[in-house]
């Protein structure tokens, strides 16, 4: 279908392709030697789920992340890279869709009764929904060109 000035598949993926660009920016503005080297990101995370009012939230976090901070570090920081480049580029899309889904989700629930980035993680999950559902890997992608995900 037409609509104006592109074709509804296409505007879908200016929305992934702009999901993706989000990403892109949310891996470039973290200061990887404050994650990496001294774990800034981590801690200040650990410091919210600890206060966090959910049990599962504070005995998950203890559980899966807490004990290996470092790796988490990097797990966070490069994922972030590579949905961004899965959604720009249009490669493994939902796959990138649903993991970036669930990674909103996750940083939503963590920071459920903080101040932090609660309209961000509501607004990419919503899109990373819609983009998929409405498989946006369909034009302007790689995936799309080599046939995946028909």
Known sequence: MQTIWLTGAEWLAVLRIGLGLWW??????????????????????????????????????GVVVTPRPKAMAYVVVYAELALGLGLVLGLLTPIALAGGLLLNLLYLVLMIHDWAEQGQNAMMALISLVALLGMSWQVWSLDNLWGLFL
């Open 24 to 61: 892109l920016e949310s891996w470039r503005h973290k200061d990887k030697a404050a994650w990496f080297e001294r774990g800034t990101g981590i801690a200040w995370a650990a410091d919210v789920a600890g206060k966090h009012r959910w049990e599962f939230v504070r005995g998950g976090f």
